[in-house]
């Protein structure tokens, strides 16, 4: 990118600041030819056991040779496009989804871009394999289909060595790491050290939907052992067979843990913290979100996604966020997480005071409606949502005493809204939006179908995992996906080439907004108040956009001058996974 003739971006520094991109990769057009370094130059059979470099049967005639890999390949040359196409049929011969996990687990451990390559291209189809539903049932078996290590393993018996673990991993350029201690995975509980396929497929989408490098990411769990008393009895667990570590010891470790990675990879290295215990999570994300650049994608990504779904909905269910009342089910990282994003931004947009826009919000957990009453025995992220009103200790009496115009399920309980609850949101709202967010699909709150079908194809319906479309009367929905895969990959990338160095909740907000801007009219035709995932790329890049300018406009970019356009130099600086030339 120019400007009067200059280059406005540092050549010497790669995405995100700081780091010379040593041997011109990252810079190269697809055009140019560059040089597969690992340690020496790969060739012959470590060149084909490569993954970042092997490209199987589409080495040409000319590489074949000057790579020492004649006889080591059948003479065919194919194109990546082929190679792609042959590895869709063969995935979709599989009739389970977790076969296809692990013929997508196995591709990406053989040939890195032609994983990402059929991950871009067919995201709708392939995103439920490598995250969300498939990846739960992967996390739960993960200690029979392990063959390969994949990231970093934290356990207890490397405190006071964690520095050198991480410096054991052998990309030192790290931009983007998702951490997970396996406490609450998903709706599914605590799976210990086999959370693992937890941070390996969120990478993948900052990757693929985000565009961040691929050698740039980095997979840690962090094993203090589990309470999972299967797990501890399965001969096949991978990790400590303990009962989990809490109080000092825990947090110990993780104080060790975040100063190692500060440490090693610098200020601007994204720590996103994933699937841990309620208690842990808000822990960790007030202790260093002051200190480092983290981000908890269970209470902020979620958010973020939530709220734009909202924003955009507001075309179909008219007036402000400030004009709705909002009840969620649920009141734990997600529920309190979202309700403390939408109040955010209605006291930004009507500039009333946060804990006023509270008041329209709502919660219920396990034991009824929080009200303020209750107050002596709530957890702190509880307390701000004790709001006056007389006990009410069920879902459907809450429904019927409060009236909100948006329901939202982030309880983790499949099956709670009943009938009667959604029939009570379409007696007095014409246009009910019903979210259940609950994942994987078998915890969600109601399906699409029950929620279409019990308000007579007048809900507005959004969920957590992918329900396919819905015929009522004549009429085809298209239930949204309230995914943060939407959000996570764009809001990362953009902290990345912003080289920010904190995550504010005003970045959350642009994200939020970004999102929302995508939705077209043709979109809210269908009932959608999400865009397709078929253009997640080019919605990362004007949220990566949105995001850094925020980063720019608060004085937390590194990264300078400021690129004149952000959408342009966003979708400049992605990954893409066509393969490379080789001298």
């Known amino acids: 990118m120019e400007k009067n003739g200059e280059s406005v971006v540092d050549p010497n520094s790669a995405i995100g600041g700081g780091v010379d991109d040593v041997y011109g990769e990252d810079r190269a057009s697809e055009d140019q030819l560059i040089t597969p370094w690992t340690v020496s130059v790969a060739s012959g059979y470590t060149l084909l056991r490569d993954p970042h470099h092997n490209k199987g049967l589409a080495f040409t005639e000319r590489e074949r040779d000057s790579h020492y890999l004649r006889g080591l390949l059948p003479p065919a040359v194919a194109t990546q496009e082929l190679q792609e196409k042959k590895l869709m049929q063969n995935i979709r011969s599989y009739e389970v989804p977790l076969h296809k996990y692990v013929a997508m687990m196995e591709l990406e451990e053989r040939n890195e871009r032609l994983f990402y390559k059929l991950l871009i291209d067919n995201v709708e189809e392939l995103l439920p394999v490598v995250y969300t539903p498939t990846v739960g049932e992967a996390c739960q078996k993960y200690g029979s289909i392990f063959k390969r290590p994949q990231g970093l393993y934290i356990s207890l018996k490397e405190k006071g060595k964690i520095l050198e673990v991480l410096r054991n991993w052998p990309e030192r350029n790290i931009q983007v790491i998702v951490v997970t201690d396996g406490e609450r995975i998903l709706g599914l509980g605590d799976l210990g050290c086999q959370g693992m396929g937890i941070p390996v497929g969120k990478l993948a989408l900052y990757t693929a939907l985000g565009g961040v490098r691929p050698s740039a990411c980095l997979p840690v769990t962090i094993d203090v052992g589990t309470n999972n008393q299967k797990l501890l009895d399965d001969e096949f667990y991978i990790g400590l067979r303990q009962k989990r570590a809490t109080g000092k010891e825990y947090y110990d470790l993780l104080e060790e843990f975040m100063s190692a990675v500060k440490q090693n990879y610098g200020e601007k290295v994204l720590v996103q913290f994933e699937d841990f215990a309620n208690h842990n999570a808000f822990e960790l994300l007030a202790k260093y979100r002051t200190s480092h650049l983290v981000f908890n994608d269970d209470i902020q990504g979620t958010a973020s996604v939530v709220l734009a779904g909202l924003v955009a909905s507001l075309k179909l269910l008219g007036g402000s966020l400030a004009d709705h009342t909002f009840l969620f089910l649920g009141a734990g990282e997600a529920g309190t997480g979202i309700a403390e994003l939408i109040a955010l931004e209605i006291s930004t947009k009507t500039s009333i005071p946060v804990e006023e826009a509270r008041k329209k919000i709502w919660l219920v957990d396990s034991k009824g409606l929080i009200v303020s009453s209750r107050k002596g025995s709530l957890q702190h992220f509880k307390q701000p ?20 115009s948006v329901l939202i399920g982030t309880s983790g309980v499949g099956q709670t809204f009943t009938k009667e609850v959604v029939e009570a949101m379409a007696a007095f709202n014409e246009r009910p ?86 939705v077209t009219q043709e979109h809210y035709d269908k009932g959608m108040i999400y865009p397709p995932l078929t253009n997640i790329r080019k919605i990362s890049a004007h949220i990566a956009a949105n995001v850094a300018a925020k980063a720019y406009d608060l004085g937390l970019a590194t990264r300078l001058p400021r690129p004149t356009d952000l959408v342009k130099y966003a979708e400049s600086c992605m990954y893409t996974p066509n393969y490379r030339s080789y001298r």
């Open 385 to 404: 949502w004790a709001h006056e009103h007389e006990p009410v200790s069920t879902l459907l009496d809450a429904v019927k005493a409060i009236k909100p």
């Open 433 to 518: 939006l019903i979210m259940a967010l609950s994942n994987p699909t078998s915890q969600a709150e109601c399906t699409a179908e029950q929620a279409y079908t019990w308000t007579e194809g007048r809900a507005i319906f959004s969920s957590g995992s992918p329900f396919d479309p819905y015929e009522y009367n004549g009429n085809l929905f298209i239930p949204g996906q309230a995914n943060n895969a939407y959000i996570f990959p764009g809001l990362g990338f953009g902290l990345v080439i912003s080289g920010a160095i904190r995550v504010h909740d005003e970045m959350l907000l642009a994200a939020s907004e970004a999102l929302a801007n995508q």
